[in-house]
């Protein structure tokens, strides 16, 4: 009951969300149908091609999802942020049934009904057309069946490059630890992927299986391309607004664009991003025009260079070298996130633990848990131990940064690596150990702005300074409560913080 009324209470966000998903999964089945047919009659007829071909495609499927999406990034004209990437992606996923399916029917076909289609005087393309793929045509639409179903969950997973669909809410749900929102995304993948799966198994089943197959195909090409001509208005006017996947810079990233809408401002917003790296490289290539940045983030895992206690010599440097990148350093928004060691209270209590020093006797046992990028961050887990001079025995545990209080609350680790202004550590009666050595630098929220974006968007600039110094770091832990512990929404939770600043107007 509660879901139902969350869904009602959500149905236009819900309803955006669902036409993205359905537009990445028509537009990646037609183009993989589009060249999977052809290659796959083309492989039937030259079966030493056929082996290495479906090798590679079969290479493909084992790649997993998440990291496909970042290989493809970087990759000059089909890689970058948004929708381009996921349907290239989900392309190469649902290539290898199409091809091998094809190829199979067109070789099953019985030699003897095609040599009697020879004897009637049928040239080859006649064959093809009205006795080979007839015959290998339900052969064919179950390779398709197949590869619809498989994109439409590959494609919960485009929400982490910005391409949206109802990955958004199963990641906005892990991050916030929201069942709502998990179920929200999820119950209407899974009726997509049964609805895409009943359709194509009526059309495998009905009489005249190509009539049928030519209408749904008719169909869905133009579904597609109304709906990416109704995507493409706007979207290079718009302001892109980005942010990294965890509550608190979704948080940003909607206070930055509400406050760059009440200025009259288009925007378009890619939230959930991803790691500093994805968001880095999305701002530099202009596939979005700003995003807020941490200075000793910046520092040392963008520019690899020594950490530095003075937070004035940390911002002059990463502005210096930031824009040699082409990109504009602004204003500190107010608030240092530094990392923080996070224990339960009893625990913390009953070691005597106050310091990450005091941690030292206690290596041996302790069970961490922390997010993948801190392990290899310079300011990160190894760092970390060689100031402090100790080691865990214990491999830590990896987990999504939404999960680490949820496994900590539950006894499941002992010790995780947060930041300082988590709502959830003030919800949970935690205790965050005092950086006695001094050994991470200042993370003061800054925001990074493409300088060919300020050129495009007079007025940006001044929008996004006019929130320098308003959050401090009181503030941005009470919005970050109302999002993981009461399950607001971050847009909801920006807009009343603007309000009462006095932001949400010219």
Do not use: W
Request: with cysteine.
């Amino acid at each position: 009951m509660r879901l139902l009324r969350f869904l009602a209470e959500r149905r236009a966000e819900l309803a955006l969300l669902v036409g993205q998903h359905v537009l990445l999964v028509l537009v990646s089945a037609a183009i993989a149908v589009a060249v999977g047919v052809p290659v796959g009659i083309a492989l039937a007829r030259r079966p030493r091609l056929a082996r290495p071909v479906l090798a590679l495609a079969n290479l493909a499927q084992t790649i997993p999802s998440l990291a496909l999406f970042g290989f493809l990034i970087p990759v000059p004209f089909i890689g970058g942020i948004g929708v381009r990437t996921a349907i290239v992606a989900l392309v190469l996923y649902a290539l290898l049934p199409i091809l091998r399916n094809t190829c199979t029917g067109i070789q099953q076909v019985d030699p003897a009904v095609l040599e009697a289609a020879t004897g009637m005087g049928m040239t080859g393309g006649q064959r093809l057309r009205l006795v080979e793929l007839p015959l290998a045509l339900p052969v064919i639409l179950a390779g398709v069946r197949v590869a619809t179903v498989v994109s439409v969950g590959t494609a919960t997973i485009a929400a982490a490059i910005g391409a949206g669909g109802l990955g958004t809410y199963v990641f906005r749900g892990l991050a916030t630890v929201d069942t709502r929102l998990i179920l929200a995304g999820a119950i209407p993948a899974a009726a997509l992927a049964l609805i895409a799966d009943g359709l194509l198994g009526a059309v495998q089943r009905s009489a005249r299986p190509g009539r049928a197959a030519a209408i749904l195909a008719a169909v869905t090409v133009a579904a597609a391309g109304v709906a990416l001509l109704a995507r493409a208005p706007g979207a290079s006017r718009a302001v892109v607004v980005g942010s990294k996947n965890f509550t608190e810079q979704v948080v940003l990233g909607e206070i930055l664009a509400a406050r760059l809408e009440a200025l009259g401002f288009a925007v378009d917003r890619r939230l959930d991003l991803g790691g500093t790296s994805l968001c880095h490289a999305a701002v530099r290539q202009g596939q979005i025009d700003l995003y807020v940045e941490y200075s000793g983030t910046a520092l040392t895992d963008i520019l690899k260079r020594p950490a530095t206690s003075d937070p004035a010599v940390v911002l002059r440097t990463v502005r210096d070298a930031y824009a040699a990148m082409g990109l504009r350093v602004g204003s500190p928004l107010g608030f240092n996130n530094t990392f923080a060691l996070v224990m339960r209270r009893t625990d913390a209590e009953a070691k005597s633990v106050r310091r990450i020093s005091d941690l030292a006797p206690h290596a041996a046992t302790l069970r961490v848990g922390l997010f993948g990028e801190f392990l290899e961050r310079p300011d990160g887990m190894p760092g970390l131990l060689r100031a402090y001079g100790f080691r865990f025995a214990l491999p830590p545990r990896e987990m999504d940064l939404g999960l680490l209080y949820q496994a900590l609350a539950e006894g499941k680790v002992d010790l995780v690596v947060g930041s300082a202004t988590d709502g959830l550590i003030a919800a949970l009666d935690l205790v965050v150990l005092e950086d006695d050595r001094h050994y991470f630098p200042p993370y003061d929220a800054v925001p990074v702005m493409n300088e060919e974006s300020l050129r495009r968007h007079p007025g940006m600039l001044e929008a996004v300074e006019s929130l320098a110094g308003r959050l401090d770091e009181k503030a941005m832990r009470r919005m970050n409560y109302a999002v993981d512990g009461e399950h607001r929404r971050p847009a909801d939770v920006a807009r009343e913080f603007l309000a009462s600043a006095g932001l949400l107007s010219r």
